[in-house]
């Protein structure tokens, strides 16, 4: 079964968008295979062409794959650990905090990279491939050990992998194996005022 006919058997829109979309979830069951580094480059490609203020594009993706995955893997919490064992590749994702031409203060340096990891999540969800985020890391000792400059954030890790049955997991694991909800529309916008406290 792919990613997207499970999500869709979860996940109903409000209104009509493109199932690109809705189809997209973070799994954590992965079968432990490589991914080819050609497939792999093709998201990070995707994540390129985000948009960014004034162009300054501030993603920067560190990828850990085969026996390298190791140290990255420490950086994770032991309960991110026993499933994360099994993906393709793991990912720091960092962002320049300043702007390259004129080295000032980025106010969107974190948004702009959330766009550039829903690119590749999207581009990882179109491929069935298996894109996760997370925060359960951590980030000083990913940061120190990966020696990320000071004008540099670390923001969150990925995980890509290929998709596996849910039965691989920990039973309280697979129980949460399957597509989660969002918030019906009418909880996240609002017109012409700020309403939520």
């Known amino acids: 079964m792919s990613l997207q006919s499970i999500a869709k058997k979860h996940r109903h829109p409000e209104y009509p968008c493109s199932p690109l979309f809705y189809t997209r979830w973070s799994p954590r069951a992965m079968t432990g295979e490589s991914i080819p580094k050609e497939e792999l480059l093709a998201l990070f490609e995707a994540a390129?062409?985000?948009p960014s203020s004034r162009n300054n594009q501030p993603w920067r993706f560190v990828i850990a794959i085969g026996k390298n995955k190791e140290q990255f893997l420490h950086f994770l919490g032991e309960r991110n650990q026993i499933w994360c064992k099994n993906a393709a590749a793991l990912v720091v994702v960092c962002s320049s905090t300043t702007f390259e031409y004129d080295g000032s203060p980025?106010?969107?340096h974190s948004s702009d990279t959330g766009a550039a990891c829903m690119s590749l999540a999207l581009e990882g969800a179109r491929r069935g491939l298996v894109v996760h985020a997370m925060e359960g890391f951590d980030y000083d000792r990913a940061s120190r050990e990966l020696k990320v400059p000071t004008n540099y954030k670390v923001e969150l890790m990925i995980t890509i992998g290929k998709l596996a049955k849910s039965s691989i997991l920990p039973e309280e694991l697979a129980k949460?194996?399957?597509?989660?909800?969002?918030?019906?529309?009418?909880?996240?916008?609002?017109w012409e005022e700020f309403i939520w406290k």
């Open 48 to 50: 390129r062409w985000a």
């Open 106 to 108: 980025s106010k969107t």
């Open 176 to 190: 949460r194996e399957i597509p989660n909800q969002r918030k019906p529309l009418k909880e996240i916008i609002s």
